[in-house]
């Protein structure tokens, strides 16, 4: 099998050997479903990833009269290599072609079977039977942006039907920067940066939990010429800016007057203290005088003048606990202008994405049934995703369970930002450990775990492995994205990523996928 080149790929940088694409001990990546449209065909054989060199498509059908042979190979008319299942054993009369056991009829042998001994063959990996050693792609989740700040949940392999819901609108970062609207029950795509209008990268599915929004009326979240708002003396407020979201005149313009003291505007909600955030998005218009935000009513102001620009706009919060909290924004110097757009106050310790009118925003729940991609034996998941903000809390990659937290598997990012796996078995917890490196915000990550009975391991961002070698494994049913199945966790970023190989691949390979 010829060299023929390096593809830079998701999954880490794997070398491409025609027909296989390998990873860095030279087990084939491989998916075993008909090439679909997107395939790349180079020499006859069928590529997963459109050209990007994810997989080869394998097939296990009967071979067929119109097949060609390319190489020695064989395939099918749409490219798919001809292969055997020979885990259990090689089949009766097989032989081996330059080192690689074959059936009579021209299919290459393979095994899912762990490593232990084997040779590379042109840097293939083939064990002491000549079976190719295959890592098994069986599900991906490519969350492909439709538009419109929707994203695409279908499952790349086996078309695995997804459920997904939230019955409220929601907003979401679009490519040009702007924010939008998106429609219940429709998953959001999103563009990074999250805290600002700047254009950025496509980050994927965004997974948020519920929120509520303590800003009323409707209209004072972006007019503050609402009488919700007390204004003082010297302070200007128009209803006369651009917004967030490209609209004309749909948010407010705030212009300083000759004393700092009155230059402020304020809302008050009457409830006992507790843990909520004030954010706002603002704009410099003119000057460069200190701007300030409150919580307590001013008798402290926190300055995020560091923080705006005449640029675009950027999002500010402050997180206190104050007893009939009165929040909003002080602009200290005289004809100093600011736009403020999307005032929000919220339960929790961050600030989650806009929310246009009192009430719930509503949890987005995602989820795939394990069947028939999930192997109860062996597996492993591969998340790319993105971390907005700093948070000492819990928040799922994925999980997967019975609808339960008696049997469950899942990946986390820990209250410590290091990445956690937990295996619970009959209701009894068989593991729960962390990585040793962590996470910080905002910031990608790339994280892996893989399970087998007594051999369960997590890696992130290429970095040290961590095991546990005493685990029995769950029977499970659906997988949850971004969240636990009782809605609890929830990441509160995008996830740009999920793939799932149904063999425990070697830890060297963990390392590689997630460098």
Known sequence: ???????????????????????????????????????????????????????????????????????????????????????????????????????????????????????????????????????????????????????????????????????????????????????????????????????????????????????????????????????????????????IDGAANSCSRLTGGALEATNTILQTLTAAASSRTYSVWLRRVTGTGTVSITQDGGSTWTDVTSQITDGYFTRVSLTDSVLNAAFGIRVSTLLDEVLADFNQFEAGAFASTPIPAAGARNADVLTYPTSPWLNAAAGTFLSDAYIPVVSATNRRLLEINDGTANERIYNQINSLNQANMAVTDGGVGQADFNTTNTVSAPASLKCAIAYAANDLAICLDGGALNTDTSATLPTVTTLHIGRTNSGAAELNGPIRRVTYYAVRLPNAELQALTA
């Open 1 to 243: 099998m010829e060299d023929t080149r390096q593809a830079e790929r998701q999954k880490g940088e794997d070398l491409v050997f025609r027909p296989f694409v390998l990873d860095d001990t030279g087990r084939p990546f491989v998916e075993l479903v008909a090439p679909d449209a997107d395939a790349a065909i180079i020499a006859g054989q069928a590529y997963v990833g459109n050209g990007t060199a994810d997989a080869v498509y394998l097939t296990t059908d009967a071979v067929a009269a119109a097949d060609g042979i390319v190489g020695g190979f064989r395939y099918t008319t749409a490219g798919a290599l001809r292969a055997y299942d020979a885990t259990a054993g090689l089949p009766a009369g097989s032989s081996t072609n330059q080192g690689i056991a074959m059936t009579t009829d021209g299919q290459v042998c393979y095994s899912t079977a762990a490593s232990g001994t084997y040779f590379n063959i042109a840097g293939v990996a083939v064990d002491l039977s000549g079976r190719v050693l295959i890592d098994l792609l069986t599900f991906e989740l490519l969350f492909a942006d439709l538009g419109a700040g929707v994203v695409s949940t279908v499952e790349a392999i086996n078309a695995t039907t997804p459920t997904f819901t939230r019955a409220t609108v929601a907003w979401t970062k679009l490519s040009t920067g702007l924010w939008a609207e998106v429609a219940s029950g429709s998953p959001r795509s999103f563009y990074g940066p999250n805290a600002n209008t700047v254009p950025g990268s496509y980050l994927g599915y965004l997974a948020e939990g519920a929120r509520t929004q303590l800003v009323t009326p409707d209209a004072s979240i972006r007019d503050m010429t609402d009488a919700a708002w007390v204004a003082g003396a010297t302070l200007t407020v128009a209803k006369t800016g651009i917004g």
